[in-house]
């Protein structure tokens, strides 16, 4: 279900994390992790993360994925946001 913002904008109740349209990336192209931690020079330990949902996408890191992966870094990062936004509108809910 989805509600109508303030400003009459959709607002979706459910996000997905980075993580998962980083991992269905990989996948469809037949790359490892640990590839594309070689690739960008991230640590793996972060690429298992954001895959795992358990560590965010940053700046830096979206301007790596968008050099190696050809999908644009404001890509990742509104992904993210909106990530955040939605884990914020729970936690909202469920302290009310």
Do not use: F, Y
């Not at 990336?25 to 793996?44: C, H, I, S």
């Not at 830096?60 to 994925?65: K, N, S, V």
């Not at 404001?74 to 936004?85: K, M, P």
């Amino acid at each position: 279900m989805a509600t109508s913002g303030k400003s009459g904008d959709w607002c979706p109740d459910w996000a997905t994390h980075p993580g998962e349209h980083l991992e269905e990336l990989l996948r469809t192209r037949r790359w490892t992790d640990e590839g594309l931690a070689r690739t960008t020079g991230l640590p793996l330990d972060l690429i298992r993360g954001v895959i795992a949902g358990t560590r965010p996408v940053t700046p830096e890191m979206a301007q790596r994925l968008e050099r190696v992966l050809d999908l644009k870094a404001s890509v990742w990062i509104n992904l993210q946001a909106n990530w955040d936004a939605a884990q914020r509108r729970t936690e909202k809910t469920a302290a009310a």
